[in-house]
Nanobody, 126 residues
Framework: VQLQAFGGGLVQAGDSLTLSCAITGRAFRTYATGWFRQTPGKEREFVASLSNINEYSYYADSVKGRFTISRDNDKNTEYLQMNSLKPGDTAVYYC????????????????????WGQGTLVTVSS
């Protein structure tokens, strides 16, 4: 299973940006998916997760109401729509996929995800 994230860039505060993650390999629809982000000197933190059949989602408090995670199982792609971006959202964003029984408590744990993309940088200027 390979993941490739793209769509990052430089935007201004208040702008919107959509990240995409193309997933190849085993049946995409069997995996729960997620997005994490990391800034220099800090640990990778949870952003959002979506269960494999689009039934359940979970967001970090810092992005709730502004970010939306989605997936297209026919296109083997997951997305992260980011609205009302803030300078504090500046980070390298990583997509991830994991074969586990989805639950909010598990979805936010990095160790639940076996597969990771290479990361895409999002920079939000003030």
């Amino acid at each position: 299973v390979q993941l490739q994230a793209f769509g990052g860039g430089l935007v201004q505060a208040g702008d919107s940006l959509t990240l995409s993650c193309a997933i190849t390999g085993r049946a995409f629809r069997t995996y729960a998916t997620g997005w994490f982000r990391q800034t220099p000197g800090k640990e990778r933190e949870f952003v959002a997760s979506l269960s494999n059949i689009n039934e359940y989602s979970y967001y970090a408090d810092s992005v709730k109401g502004r970010f939306t995670i989605s997936r297209d199982n026919d296109k083997n792609t997951e997305y992260l729509q980011m609205n009302s971006l803030k300078p504090g959202d500046t980070a390298v964003y990583y997509c991830a996929a994991g074969d586990y029984e989805w639950a909010a408590g598990r979805a936010m744990l990095r160790r639940m995800y076996s597969y990771w993309g290479q990361g895409t940088l999002v920079t939000v200027s003030s």
